[in-house]
């Protein structure tokens, strides 16, 4: 994936979630009679500018995308005429000042229901609940779990979908809560989350607990070839079936993968059969760095059965209505497991280093658009839900921070000091940046394999 394709769909990720979150605000101060002075898509002297409407609002195009500001007429900000002075920012009540700073975050969860609205209208396609074998030893495979079995429920939630039995595993993993797992045949089996280690949160859950994704056996039959990849330069070609490495057959192209990740830049004998005939390869596939290891991988794909794949696969869609009460329900649930794990980084109970920057949303951002539209609206939405989240954080500078001197101010009846304020968003631009640079170390180390 190239890095103008990552970086194009990165910009088109940010830009929809801030103009969206910023029009909230705009949207409520003009609904709360406070003047507009300036609407900017990013940071920094403005690229493009123009002016629309009666109040003649400034709507800018800056350099920096990573965020936008609306800018109100406010007299702690500079002189403005009495003929105009009751329509500052600064003399709205409380009340309005309130909804017009808790607008932004409010846009940004709306338009999370929107999405997930959508895709449950259209139809998600995913994976059924199958489970595989579950490896031994593992509480799975102690509690009697086998490959095949099918899970309707996890803790009392329903989990059409894997990527619902992980979602809530995860939930429960993270909160230490004992499992029961509730299977399609009637079974009912209890496990209890192993205490979490790793920093990855979804393996060091889904892992010791043996629960994994049923994958059925895939024969070792090359499909299609990466333009890049060690196969082709080696001289493979669609439709050969791999037989034995160094006289040792394999049997499957799960088989094939582990073996060949297990031995980046070194060389192996490959036997295959092309249109009925024996021929021999020798092969040395590309080291490519993971999670800090070495890894081995040539480029090469498996011929898919599809009618094999289509019998595990499942759809969820609803009605028009139905539909807006799941999204809804989606949001809030993402919404509450994301200050969770906020709560949790905080309290130390989850590692910092599961934190993601701007590098990681940016190349979830190529994957998901390289995978359809789809899975892109589905990456918006969770992106969206976690900038609603983070902005409601009591920290100043941030929407939250302004909420929590709005609501000193209604519960002490005067507004709070300048000095407060100003300490306050020295305070508040102290932890963002420790926050921002700590999110972007995180980025380096994942694309720098630390």
Do not use: C
Not at 264 to 284: C, D, M, N, S, Y
């Amino acid at each position: 994936m190239s890095v103008l394709h990552t970086l194009v769909w990165f910009l088109v990720a940010i830009g929809i979630l801030v103009v969206v979150h910023e029009f909230g605000h705009y949207l409520a101060a003009r609904l709360a009679g406070v003047k507009v002075l300036r609407f900017s898509v990013g940071f920094g002297k403005p690229l493009l500018s123009w002016r629309v409407g009666p109040d003649q609002t400034e709507w800018t195009l800056s350099p920096l995308p990573l965020g936008g500001y609306v800018k109100m007429l406010d007299e702690r900000e500079g002189e403005v005429p009495a003929a105009e002075a009751h329509r500052s920012f600064n003399r709205a009540t409380v009340w309005r000042r309130i909804g017009i700073v808790a607008a932004g975050p409010l846009a940004n969860f709306l338009l999370a229901i929107v999405f997930y609205w959508a895709l449950f209208m259209h139809g998600l396609p995913a994976m059924k609940p199958l489970i595989g074998e579950p490896p031994l030893n593992t509480p799975a495979a102690t509690a009697g779990l086998a490959a095949g079995d099918e899970i309707r429920r996890v803790n009392g939630i329903d989990t059409p979908t894997f990527q619902d039995v992980r979602l809530n595993l995860l939930r429960a993993g993270v909160a230490g809560e004992p499992l029961q797992i509730d299977l399609v045949d009637g079974r009912s089996v209890h496990l209890t989350p192993p205490a979490m280690h790793d920093e990855n949160l979804e393996q060091d859950t889904l892992r010791p607990l043996g629960i994994v994704r049923y994958d059925p056996v895939i024969e070792p039959v090359i499909g299609s070839l990466a333009a890049d990849g060690a196969a082709l330069r080696a001289g493979f070609k669609p439709g050969d079936r791999l037989l034995a490495v160094d006289g040792k057959a394999v049997a499957d192209w799960q088989g094939w993968v582990k073996l060949i990740r297990a031995h980046p830049a070194k060389p192996l004998r490959i036997e295959f059969e092309r249109q009925g005939q024996p021929a021999v390869i020798t092969i040395t596939p590309d080291a490519v760095s993971e999670a800090g290891q070495q890894v081995g991988k040539i480029g090469a794909g498996p011929q898919i059965d599809e009618a094999v794949f289509a019998g595990l696969m499942t759809e969820v869609s609803y009605g028009p209505l139905e539909a807006l009460w799941q999204g809804t329900v989606k949001t809030w649930e993402m919404s509450v497991f994301t200050l969770e794990m906020m709560g949790r980084m905080v309290l130390g109970q989850v590692s910092w280093k599961n934190l993601s920057g701007p590098l990681t949303i940016a190349d979830y951002a190529g994957q998901s658009a390289a995978l359809g539209w789809i899975s892109f609206v589905g990456f918006l939405a969770l992106v969206s839900v976690s900038l609603g989240v983070l902005n409601l954080l009591p920290v100043p500078l941030l929407d939250g921070g302004h909420l929590m001197y709005y609501v000193a101010e209604v519960l002490t009846g005067r507004p709070v000091s300048e000095r407060t304020m100003e300490i306050g968003g020295r305070i508040g631009m102290t932890l963002l940046l420790l926050l921002m640079s700590f999110a972007l170390f995180n980025d380096l180390q994942r694309l720098l394999g630390g």
